[in-house]
């Protein structure tokens, strides 16, 4: 940034940060416009605010990641504005609530693409893939920060969406290798049958066919509705040794919560998403013990963004919000670092925008943002726009040695931190 470390641009102040920015009124909107026509047609350099929107799921069945999602959004541009925003314009965050819901979420981007100058994602795949039809015809440059369903990129011709996530198939792959390792044969297969999690369940099945193991029990259930004691008994029933799959926050907690209500002991449990958050022990206590799970950044593996550290985000993040983040958090502050990169190398000298020249910056940059390195398919590629560098992680809560538990990194095992444990 202008030749300024990420560690410098830091802020002192320790006071929590303000709510986003909500929807200008018509009349800043149009000062606004007015105000960017005005800078074009003159010297004098634009100083106007740079206004990036996306919908966040403040209320609904996504709630508690979308939230998670949103405090990295908004941790990143006060941290840029700290510094003195991108070549002297501040970056404004514009949200609005979509309530977990795509129809509402493809009416405030509807609206976005009007007012505001460029785009980050919603939370989920179903919300992604819904709304980029919207900004693709727009011709607006999206960071998608978590979204991994492949589909929502491959075969699409994406031209202005870019995703930050490695392919929701290869979640889990790292955990049927290790339970095989261990002496696994057979795999119970459960996960709510939405995009995200029925990708996952499809690299589940071509992982176990890879070692070798026999899917005893493929089971899908309804977003929000499963019976998870119900799930496990019949995976208990049927003798998997590894209880595999799951779907979001709240399925990690659920499924993980019905093993013990079913009294079902497999000799693995790994679950999406959900069990990487650093909240998951303290909602299921000692359960969460040698519960595994995937994510695709861990705050013990040391990154570089356009805004911070991976240590400073972290160190930031506590004092914000008094625990750890997860990778929900540092995918938004991510998916900010990475815009704000595109914009600080394609601005023009009179400080305006170019989005197509974002555009060409997001779909050709091999760089590196505070949840990893970052670069997607090119252009006119099969799968253009999506994430092909970054690659995920298994992580499982083990005993401390004080009484506690801590999440540990066990495979890939170039970056493992200790061996797996297992439930028998």
């Not at 999690?197 to 005893?216: C, D, H, K, N, T």
């Not at 994430?387 to 095992?413: A, M, T, Y």
């Amino acid at each position: 940034m202008d030749g300024i470390s990420p560690a410098t641009r830091w802020p002192d102040v320790r006071t929590a940060l303000p709510r986003a920015r909500r929807w200008p009124g018509m009349k800043a909107s149009i000062a606004l416009v007015a105000a960017l026509n005005t800078a074009a047609c003159t010297e004098t350099r634009n100083r106007e605010p740079i206004y990036i929107a996306a919908t966040i799921s403040e209320t609904g069945l996504r709630s508690t990641p979308a939230i998670e999602m949103e405090n990295g959004y908004r941790m990143a541009v006060e941290m840029l504005n700290s510094g003195g925003g991108i070549q002297g314009r501040e970056v404004e965050l514009v949200t609005a609530n979509d309530e977990s819901e795509p129809d509402a979420a493809v009416r405030h981007y509807h609206a976005f693409v009007e007012r505001v100058d460029l785009l980050l994602g919603p939370y989920s795949s179903p919300v992604t893939a819904s709304v980029l039809d919207v900004t693709e015809a727009a011709g607006m440059p999206l960071v998608a920060p978590l979204a991994a369903t492949p589909t929502i990129w491959a075969g699409k011709g994406r031209e202005w969406s870019v995703q930050m996530l490695p392919p929701a198939p290869v979640y889990l792959h790292g955990s049927v290798e290790i339970a095989a390792r261990a002496g696994a044969r057979t795999v119970a297969l459960v996960y709510e049958d939405t995009q995200f999690p029925a990708s996952l369940a499809s690299g589940v099945r071509e992982a176990a066919a890879a070692q070798g193991l026999e899917i005893v029990l493929d089971q899908s259930y309804p977003a929000g509705e499963a019976d998870h004691a119900v799930l496990a008994a019949a995976a208990r029933d049927a003798g998997a040794d590894l209880y595999i799959g799951g779907g979001y926050y709240d399925d990690a907690i659920g499924l993980t919560r019905g093993v013990d209500e079913a009294g079902y002991e497999p000799l693995l449990i790994s679950l999406s998403s959900g069990v990487a958050d650093p909240r998951f022990p303290e909602e299921v206590g000692d359960l969460a013990r040698c519960v595994a799970g995937n994510t695709p950044w861990n705050s013990t593996i040391s990154t570089s963004g356009f805004i911070a550290e991976s240590e400073r985000f972290v160190e930031r993040y506590e004092i914000l919000y008094d625990r750890r983040p997860g990778f929900h958090a540092a995918a938004g502050f991510g998916a900010v670092e990475l815009m704000a990169e595109a914009i600080d190398a394609t601005i023009s000298p009179a400080g305006n925008l170019d989005r197509t020249a974002v555009r060409d910056y997001l779909f050709t940059a091999s760089t590196e943002t505070v949840l990893g390195p970052y670069g997607v398919y090119p252009l006119r590629d099969e799968q253009a726009g999506a994430q092909r560098i970054l690659k995920g992680l298994q992580v499982q809560w083990q005993d401390d040695g004080e009484g506690g538990l801590v999440q540990r990194i066990i495979h890939p095992e170039a970056v493992a931190q200790a061996e797996p444990c297992f439930s028998r």
